[in-house]
Each structure stands twice: as structure tokens, then as C-alpha cells.
């Protein structure tokens, strides 16, 4: 320790320690690390100091977060959270079973992130969080987060395989994830998206320019129709759509559960597919929240480029959400309402990775709101997490359950016969939280809403 930081920390000198500010009585110190203290993170890549630094404690973001509402417990808060963060990097306390329950308790959903005054990267730290506790897991929680995350999300086959196996093990799945899963048709699973499809002939035949599209790895197994219906709403609008073969998962998952080097490898696999279109594509445009926020990051993933790699930070700036795309570019009103009994109301839900970590609201209710004979209608405590937040709603069911009712119910408060969802986690959860609650409300992606609009022309 210096002699000029034993004088700021005021030890045992009870004088201003020659800096002329303050008299602090015997055993009183300013707020700070101890002199000498070491982080006792485990694991390289723990949170960035600087990034905890940022936090000022004012609180202003715990009415926000959903864990710190439904508990009440400042441990479950952002605030608690960051002070754990803060206490393991100065080395008075460990990463433990307590540091591990509280940091997988969040949702990621970074809400606290969107309302911080001090623009705290809470998502980032979290992810960095999350490197340090895998040890901790037991072996078995530690080799199926493995398989899932590392190995299967990497291998496109894999993730289309245990797609076709799910009619043999739906029976045999529990309740609670059976009802979560949506059901795929086979013939749908092992039918592609083609490689280019050229703009609608109802636009004029002239493109406007040519976009490449990420289809994803739950997202394309899971819920192609969307996939078909983006690249139809863009074509219809004049778009030259690609889908570079070679992509895959956009790493999202393996980054929010703290396996970095998977995440890592993940998007460079994407640099490399949609590079080799990229010479073509004048944009990227992805339909789900959680994938085109973690792609617009992947400058800060990937770090600056070396000489010979791609430019994660140059990809990224040219991604683009689908209604965020449509919204910026223009979107050719469809002439007819969307096809669909009674879709005269529909309520748009607000993904905590469109709102929150993209900062997009405006966009989906501007894209929407061409469509003829539809009236878009508010949810209610629309800025908060539904509890799907990735895997989340299979690991943490109790306070997963509890944000799916709230949700539920508030979507099916509206009097909406349909709910316009731009991510397939949040798709799943509200859809199993309205069958739970008899509502009678269809889930469709904007795209969906929008292709059944142009199609009923
Ligand atoms: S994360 Fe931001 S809003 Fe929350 S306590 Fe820290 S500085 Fe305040
Ligand atoms: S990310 Fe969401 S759940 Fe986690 S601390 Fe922030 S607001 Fe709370």
C-alpha cells in the first residue's frame, strides 16, 4: 500500500492525510477495496472492474427488474447483484452456492441496463458473471449445459435431429415442457429456406438492394413459417433475400450462460457465412430479439480485428431487427387485412431484447400499424420480462411461472385475439401461459401478421 492510498483510506491517521479534505475518525476508511486486496474471482474473464466502478448504487433500477419486484430481496436486484460482483472483485467474497442461486436468478432480461443513469453494462457483466460459477455446478448440470450449448447448438443437424425425435419425446417429457414446446411438422423441418429468393414481381421487379437473412437454430427448427414469412414480407417490399448457408446459432444462449469461447466461436462460424455474402448483402436482418441483440454485440464479443479476420464490429453495425429494418426502410402497406378470424385487435409484446438491449419500441407498432382493419393495442406492464429469458424458464420454473401468468394475463386483458411476439422464447412462454389461462389469443410474428396481409391481396 502507497503512503498517498493509506492517507485517502484515512487508516489510523484520523488527519487529511496532507490532501486537505476530510478528518476521519480512528478505523474509518472511504469506500473502496482494502488496501492490498486481491479478487477472488476463480475463473479468467470475470466481470470488468471499470464496468462495476460505473454503478453508483442509486437504485434507480430496482423498481425494474422483475426478480427484485416478485422477491423483494436486494440480493435479487441489479443493485445486489453488482454489489456481490463488487465484493468477489476486492476479494471479500467468494464465488459461492449464494453468489451462483443470485446470479442465475436474473433474467438477463436488462431492464435495469435501459433505465440506468450511469449506463451500466448489466448484460455484459452478468455474462462474465456467469464464466465464474460453472465450477460450482454439479458434474451432470455441467455436461447437459455442455451438450446443449456447446455441442449441439454448434451442429445445425443436431438441433434438427432432437427437433424430429420430439413426437417420440413429448409423452415422456414433464408437463411444464411439454407445454412449452410448440409443435413442428416434419415435412416443414426438413424442407429449406431457399438460398436466394429474388423481390416480389408485385413490387416491380426493380430490388431495392439485397439483404441477407440469419434464420437461426431454435427459430428455423422450431418456427421456419416465420423464417418463410420475413423472407416473403421482404420480398413482397422489393428486397433481394439471401440465407448464406454455412450460418448457424448466433451464440446467444452459450454468452448468456457464461461460456464465452463457445459464444466466440459461434460468431466467428457466423463472420465467415455471412461474409461470403456480405459482398452481396447490403444489410442483415434478423426475426428474433434475443439473436439480433447479441449479433449487434459481436464487435464487443469478438474484440478488435486482427489482420486477415472479418470485422466483427463493421457486421454488426449492419444488422438490422425485421421491424426495426422495415421500419427505417419503408414498408409497402398491404392493401387487405391480415387473413384470421376476428384479427381486428391485436397487442403488441414488447422482447426484453428489443426493448431493453436493443432500445427498439417504436418500430414494431409503426411496422404494424400499416396493416388495414387492425387496431394495435397496449399490454400492461408491457416493459417486462415474460420469464421465457432463454433457458430461463426451463431452470428457473418458479419465478418463470409467475412472470408467464402476469403476462398472460395482461396480454389477455387487452381483448386482443392476437399477440405480435418478435422472439421464439417469448413466443413459446406466452403462448403456453395464455393455453394455461383458456385465452383464446393467436401468437404470430409480425412478419406473420404482415405476409397474411399481403397474401389476402
Ligand atoms: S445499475 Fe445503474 S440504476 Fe442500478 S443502482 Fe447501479 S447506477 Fe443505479
Ligand atoms: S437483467 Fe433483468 S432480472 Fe437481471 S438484474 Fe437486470 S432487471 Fe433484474
Redesign the pocket.
Known amino acids: 500500500m502507497t503512503e498517498q492510498r493509506q492517507d485517502q483510506q484515512g487508516h489510523g491517521h484520523g488527519g487529511d492525510g496532507g490532501h486537505g479534505m476530510f478528518d476521519l475518525p480512528e478505523g474509518f476508511r472511504f469506500i473502496g477495496p482494502e488496501a492490498g486486496a486481491q479478487p477472488a474471482w476463480p475463473l479468467p474473464e470475470p466481470p470488468d472492474p471499470a464496468d462495476i466502478a460505473a454503478c453508483v448504487a442509486c437504485g434507480l433500477?430496482l423498481p425494474?427488474?422483475?426478480?427484485?419486484r416478485l422477491t423483494g430481496d436486494e440480493s435479487?436486484?441489479?443493485r445486489g447483484?453488482i454489489a456481490a460482483m463488487r465484493a468477489v472483485g476486492e476479494g471479500r467474497a467468494e464465488v459461492d452456492a449464494t453468489f451462483m442461486e443470485y446470479m442465475d436468478?436474473?433474467?438477463?432480461?436488462?431492464?435495469?441496463?435501459d433505465v440506468c443513469p450511469s449506463q451500466v453494462p448489466?448484460?455484459r457483466m452478468?455474462e462474465h458473471a456467469r464464466t465464474q460459477i460453472e465450477p460450482l455446478r454439479p458434474a451432470r448440470q455441467r455436461l447437459l449445459r455442455w451438450l446443449g450449448l456447446e455441442v449441439a447448438l454448434a451442429r445445425g443437424w443436431m438441433v434438427t435431429a432432437a427437433t424430429a425425435l420430439l413426437p417420440l419425446a413429448r409423452p415422456f417429457l414433464p408437463r411444464r415442457t411439454r407445454a412449452l414446446l410448440p409443435r413442428v411438422r416434419l415435412r416443414e423441418l426438413f424442407d429449406r429456406l431457399p438460398e436466394v429468393t429474388e423481390p416480389d414481381h408485385a413490387f416491380g421487379g426493380q430490388p431495392r438492394g439485397t439483404v441477407a437473412v440469419l434464420a437461426g437454430c431454435v427459430q428455423d427448427r422450431w418456427y421456419r413459417p416465420v423464417n418463410r414469412a420475413t423472407i416473403r414480407v421482404l420480398a413482397r417490399n422489393g428486397w433481394r433475400v439471401l440465407v448464406p448457408r454455412g450460418q448457424g446459432c448466433c451464440g446467444a444462449l452459450a454468452a448468456h450462460y457464461g461460456r464465452l469461447g463457445a459464444a466466440r466461436a459461434l460468431a466467428k462460424k457466423n463472420l465467415a457465412a455471412f461474409g461470403a455474402a456480405g459482398a452481396e448483402a447490403d444489410w442483415v436482418v434478423v426475426n428474433a430479439a434475443g439473436c439480433g441483440a447479441h449479433m449487434k454485440e459481436y464487435g464487443q464479443l469478438l474484440g478488435p480485428a486482427k489482420e486477415g479476420d472479418a470485422d466483427a464490429a463493421a457486421f454488426a453495425a449492419g444488422v438490422r431487427d425485421f421491424s426495426e429494418f422495415l421500419a427505417e426502410q419503408g414498408v409497402e402497406p398491404p392493401p387487405a387485412a391480415p387473413a384470421g378470424a376476428g384479427l381486428g385487435r391485436v397487442a403488441v409484446h414488447d422482447a426484453?431484447h428489443l426493448l431493453?438491449a436493443q432500445r427498439i419500441r417504436e418500430a414494431p407498432r409503426a411496422v404494424l400499424g400499416r396493416l388495414p382493419g387492425v387496431a394495435l393495442c397496449e399490454v400492461a406492464d408491457g416493459d417486462r420480462?415474460c420469464g421465457a429469458?432463454g433457458l430461463y424458464n426451463v431452470l428457473e420454473p418458479a419465478m418463470a411461472d409467475q412472470l408467464k401468468a402476469q403476462k398472460a394475463a395482461a396480454i389477455a386483458a387487452t381483448g386482443a385475439s392476437a399477440v405480435a411476439v418478435g422472439n421464439p422464447g417469448c413466443a413459446m412462454q406466452i403462448a403456453a401461459g395464455l393455453a394455461e389461462r383458456g385465452a383464446q389469443v393467436e401468437v404470430l410474428h409480425p412478419a406473420e401478421l404482415l405476409d397474411r396481409a399481403y397474401r389476402e391481396a
Open positions: 433500477c425494474h427488474c422483475p426478480t427484485y435479487a436486484s441489479p447483484r436468478l436474473c433474467l438477463s432480461c436488462r431492464a435495469c441496463e448489466f448484460g452478468m426484453c431493453h420480462c429469458a
